[in-house]
Nanobody, 114 residues
């Protein structure tokens, strides 16, 4: 059974940094892409950043230059978040297109105080 588990969320002051981690458990034979989404209260879930198996990355405009997505080992992904703003407050979800299926983590709360 494939599972994605996020960690690294928390409370941080505006201008600070956090690093989110996503660890994949279970048997994986194919990783097409990994991504981070977020959902703020009362808003739809939005794509924040993604990284393909070839290492290509893409970011939503509001985080360009501040966030960096990366892959660690074959079964992990990270989101480095710098210069955090209050509008970055949300639940952040790891997403993976793995074994020709889409998987989600349970989410980790990020709260940025102004």
């Amino acid at each position: 059974q494939v599972r994605l588990v996020e960690s690294g969320g928390g409370l941080v002051q505006a201008g600070g940094s956090l690093r989110l981690s996503c660890v994949i458990s279970g048997s994986i034979f194919n990783i097409e892409r990994m991504a981070w989404y977020r959902q703020a209260p009362g808003k739809q879930r939005e794509l924040v950043a993604l990284i393909t198996s070839g290492g290509n990355t893409n970011y939503t405009d509001s985080v360009k230059g501040r966030f960096t997505i990366s892959r660690g080992s074959a079964k992990s992904a990270y989101l480095q978040m710098d210069s955090l703003k209050s509008e970055d407050t949300a639940v952040y979800y790891c997403n993976g297109r793995l074994n020709l299926q889409t998987y989600w983590g349970q989410g980790t709360q990020v709260t940025v105080s102004s």
